[in-house]
Each structure stands twice: as C-alpha cells, then as structure tokens.
C-alpha cells in the first residue's frame, strides 16, 4: 500500500516523528513524547490509524496496538518513500537571534525545504551559548525542525548543526552557489543556471560587519539585496529560501 491509498482509506490524520525503522507487521514502541500526544492530547484509541516517518525519509502507515500511560505501540501496515523533499539542497547559515525569533526562523526554513541548517555567531549577533545552554537550545531547535516536518509532510528532518563562529562555516563550504543577504549591495537575483546546491547566509538583527562581508566575499559568497525594505533577520531566510525554491526547486 502507498501513500495516496492508505490516505484515500483512512482520510487526513497525525504524523509524528519516531526515528525507527519500519517493517510491515512489525511493532513500534513510540517515544514518549508522541505517545504522549497521541494518548493525552489527540486522545486517540486502540486501532487508531496514524502516519509515522523516521526522519530520513521513510514513512509508514501505522494502528496504535496498544495505548497505556506507561507503553504505547503501533503495528506497521504500511511503508512508503516520502515524497515531499525538494529537489534543491540549501544550507542555511543563519546569525543567532533572541527568543522565538530563531524558532520562526528555523521553522520556515523546514517547511520551505531547507537541507541543512547551522546557527551562526557573527560579531553583531547578541546570543552566545556555552556549554548545557548550547546543547539544551541546540536540541530544542532540532525539535523546532521535527515539528515543522510533522506539519509540512516533510519526511526527512533537516540537521541542525551545533553553533558556530562565522569564519568557521564559511571555510567548510563546498556549494556552488553562495548568497549572502546585505540590503548595501544593488545586486538582485539572477542566476539562469540551475546550481547543484547552494548555501544561504543570513546576518543577525543589526546586519553583517564590513569584516564579515570581507570574510563571506574571500569565501565566494555573493552579496544580494531582497528589494528597499529592511526585513527582519527571520524573515529574511523565509523570502530568499522562497525565491530560491522557485527557481531551482519545486515551488
């Protein structure tokens, strides 16, 4: 059975994230964050149908066998290739905001089909993590990413890289095409060949420093402009990821 036909037989419903690997007639045991969503927030019932994916691009038709507080398991009916990821690789390197404003970010980039993403420290960025801060927030973001998925019908998760300094980042690209937003420069977009990948840097609140230019320019990095208006350093990636899904991806 495939995607469209356990839709078609079982209409619209859940999908989580269990990173396991999926056999037909085989029994999954869910990690207690879904089964904690499927048995206290959905509510949902022995013989309930769902959909699971395994985060690298398998997903798989699903009835819970058994719903406890303490164990909940799922019986595989089905299992099929996901078919939602774009066809164009983006990393995007994105300056460290405050708050909610990084989830925004990292969000949007899931659901735009982002491949990879690396938070990034620049000498304008106000956030700097270290030690149990960094690897607690590095795994909420990773679970900002699966979230997004699970919503988009995305079947691979994108990695979230740990943080790193700009100099860093930029010394390990390897992408044929590099952009990096900066509102100074008149270029605008125009790139008629289809790259392989590209790479995408996106500065923090109060913009890249004349050294980071310098910096993503010794890199190969090509400064771009969105237009007049100053956007915000989470949104930003949401309109470049956009234009570059339409170009050379599947928007």
Same mark, same amino acid.
């Given at each position: 059975?495939?995607?469209?036909?356990?839709?078609?037989?079982?209409?619209?419903?859940?999908?989580?994230?269990?990173?396991?690997?999926?056999?037909?007639?085989?029994?999954?045991?869910?990690?207690?964050?879904?089964?904690?969503?499927?048995?206290?927030?959905?509510?949902?019932?022995?013989?309930?149908?769902?959909?699971?994916?395994?985060?690298?691009?398998?997903?798989?038709?699903?009835?819970?066998?058994?719903?406890?507080?303490?164990?909940?398991?799922?019986?595989?009916?089905?299992?099929?290739?996901? /078919?939602?990821?774009? +066809?164009?690789?983006?990393?995007? *390197?994105?300056?460290?905001? #405050? =708050? %909610? $404003?990084?989830?925004?970010?990292?969000?949007?980039?899931?659901?735009?089909?982002? /491949?990879?993403?690396? +938070?990034?420290?620049?000498?304008? *960025?106000?956030?700097?993590? #270290? =030690? %149990? $801060?960094?690897?607690?927030?590095?795994?909420?973001?990773?679970?900002?990413?699966?979230?997004?998925?699970?919503?988009?019908?995305?079947?691979?998760?994108?990695?979230?890289?740990?943080?790193?300094?700009?100099?860093?980042?930029?010394?390990?690209?390897?992408?044929?095409?590099?952009?990096?937003?900066?509102?100074?420069?008149?270029?605008?977009?125009?790139?008629?060949?289809?790259?392989?990948?590209?790479?995408?840097?996106?500065?923090?609140?109060?913009?890249?420093?004349?050294?980071?230019?310098?910096?993503?320019?010794?890199?190969?990095?090509?400064?771009?402009?969105?237009?007049?208006?100053?956007?915000?350093?989470?949104?930003?990636?949401?309109?470049?990821?956009?234009?570059?899904?339409?170009?050379?991806?599947?928007?």
């Amino acid at each position: 059975m495939q995607a469209e036909e356990w839709y078609a037989l079982h209409g619209k419903m859940p999908r989580l994230y269990v990173p396991a690997p999926f056999t037909i007639g085989e029994v999954v045991v869910l990690p207690e964050g879904p089964a904690r969503h499927v048995t206290r927030v959905l509510r949902m019932g022995e013989g309930a149908p769902l959909v699971l994916f395994d985060g690298q691009g398998q997903e798989a038709g699903v009835h819970l066998a058994e719903v406890g507080r303490k164990h909940t398991t799922a019986t595989v009916d089905a299992v099929w290739p996901g /078919a939602s990821e774009s +066809p164009f690789a983006v990393h995007l *390197g994105q300056a460290i905001s #405050k =708050g %909610d $404003r990084m989830d925004y970010a990292i969000q949007k980039a899931v659901e735009l089909g982002v /491949a990879a993403i690396t +938070p990034l420290y620049t000498e304008r *960025g106000d956030v700097r993590l #270290k =030690g %149990d $801060r960094e690897a607690k927030k590095l795994a909420h973001w990773q679970a900002v990413a699966a979230s997004a998925c699970e919503q988009s019908g995305r079947a691979v998760v994108p990695v979230v890289h740990p943080p790193v300094g700009l100099a860093e980042w930029l010394s390990d690209r390897q992408e044929p095409l590099r952009l990096m937003l900066h509102l100074a420069t008149g270029n605008t977009f125009d790139q008629p060949e289809r790259p392989a990948s590209a790479a995408l840097l996106i500065g923090p609140e109060g913009g890249l420093t004349e050294a980071d230019i310098g910096a993503a320019q010794a890199a190969g990095f090509t400064p771009l402009t969105l237009g007049p208006r100053v956007l915000r350093t989470e949104t930003a990636p949401v309109v470049a990821l956009t234009l570059l899904q339409h170009y050379f991806g599947d928007l």
